[in-house]
């Protein structure tokens, strides 16, 4: 089987294809047949030696894959060959079989894409757990999402609408806005071309905003946090910028504001029941049409090192996915 791997820390220039001996499955696992993998900044960070999970060198990026059952270990129940199957891998979905613990592999619903499955989990997942768990999010409140046309902002979006928030999306073009617009943003802003702040309180009667859902970082992070309501809540969802902004700690002394770090691997960790029952919620919503996933730009496994070079440099808009050649 094919697989990419990452021989050295560096650029995606320096992965490398191979073919390699399949997987078998031990005790408690199947081998899924990948026909898509998802692509995220993750996967970036490892390649680069920058993730705070550092892989053993060689490796092979990937969190996120869908596809079929082909081979079954001792000691499983309730799964058969060509079932189709998403999982959060973690590590090693750029190949075309991966390996995991039966309990891992869930069911794809009726109708849903092996593309869509393997970029969905992750990212809406994510969102999910922040907007519900940390922020506890409230119908009529306000969010502002940053970074919104990429994969966690479009997430962060479409969720926070099917809360029943009020979403405010900011991007960095109009095209990325219309996306936004699409997945029921209900406020746009061009983040280029405006003061965040005072665009911010217009938009608001001067009141400000409930929650702001920040996957970027970065230069525009002061001037939102500037426009928290009193008890606001500020989640950092990722950092997709080398300039990790300073915090301004006066401010949220003086609106008895919160900063709330999300980090979805050890909230899955650490409470597997709960992240499983988010899942279904969200799996739920989607079956429901009240949550419409975009479907992701695809990339053929050998590009892999382009579709994240790609992804480094701000050119990806929503999601994308390395595709089998089935």
């Not at 199947?30 to 970036?44: K, R």
């Not at 996306?179 to 001067?206: F, H, M, P, W």
């Amino acid at each position: 089987m094919k697989v990419v791997l990452c021989t050295r820390f560096g650029s995606p220039d320096q992965l490398i294809v191979k073919e390699t001996q399949a997987p078998e499955p031990g005790h408690g696992e199947v081998v899924i047949a990948v026909h898509a993998s998802g692509i995220g900044l993750p996967d970036a960070l490892m390649v680069q030696g920058k993730s705070h999970v550092v892989p053993t060198l060689p490796f092979s990026p990937g969190c996120e894959v869908a596809g079929v059952i082909v081979r079954i270990g001792a000691g499983v129940s309730g799964r058969s060959v060509g079932e189709r199957v998403f999982a959060y891998v973690g590590v090693g979905g750029y190949a075309e079989e991966v390996c995991i613990e039966a309990s891992r592999a869930l069911p794809i619903p009726s109708g849903m894409s092996f593309e869509i499955a393997a970029s969905f989990a992750l990212a809406h997942a994510t969102a999910y757990h922040a907007l519900k768990d940390r922020a506890g999010l409230l119908a009529g409140e306000t969010v502002v999402v940053l970074g919104a046309a990429g994969g966690l902002g479009l997430a962060g979006v479409g969720i926070a609408k099917a809360m029943g928030a009020r979403v405010i999306a900011c991007a960095s073009s109009d095209e990325r806005l219309e996306l936004c617009r699409q997945q029921g943003a209900d406020e746009l802003i061009n983040y280029q071309s405006v003061q965040l702040r005072l665009k911010l309180l217009s938009l608001t009667d001067g009141a400000g905003v409930d929650v702001v859902f920040d996957p970027v970082g970065g230069a525009y992070s002061e001037s939102v946090m500037r426009s928290l309501v009193c008890g606001g809540r500020y989640l950092v969802v990722g950092l997709a910028t080398d300039n990790i902004p300073n915090v301004p700690l006066n401010l949220l002394l003086s609106k008895g504001a919160s900063i709330l770090g999300v980090s979805y691997d050890i909230f899955s960790a650490r409470s597997a029941a709960h992240s499983t029952a988010n899942l279904d919620e969200l799996l739920g919503w989607q079956a429901q049409g009240a949550l419409i996933p975009k479907v992701p730009i695809s990339y053929a496994l050998e590009d892999a090192d382009v579709a994240l070079d790609a992804l480094l440099r701000r050119e990806i808009v929503g999601k994308a996915v390395l595709v089998m050649n089935r």
